[in-house]
């Protein structure tokens, strides 16, 4: 069963999603919205530390994301980099 834990807002802006296990894209959890690919890189990292797993997991950053209704995990970003 997937795990969506949203602690931030979609919006316009680079949203921060980190999985804690790269091997395991089903538990996706979005950090938060941020003003610039620059923050969004960091905050991305330092939560994959915080979470011990900085080596184990993955970050992304999209930009200008929407999300198909009812599917959370189907996120349409206008721009992505990790």
């Known amino acids: 069963m997937p795990v969506l834990l949203f602690n931030g807002c979609m919006g316009k802006g680079w949203e921060a999603f980190i ?3 790269k ?3 089903d538990q996706i ?3 938060g919205l941020f003003d610039s690919l620059y923050e969004c890189r960091a905050e991305a990292m330092s939560k994959l530390e915080e979470v011990s797993s900085i080596k184990a997991g993955h970050f992304e950053c999209g930009y200008n994301c929407s999300y198909d ?3 959370e995990l189907n996120r349409i970003c206008d721009k992505n980099s990790d």
């Open 69 to 71: 209704a009812g599917k």
């Open 19 to 21: 999985y804690a296990d």
């Open 29 to 31: 959890i979005v950090i």
């Open 23 to 25: 091997n395991n894209w």
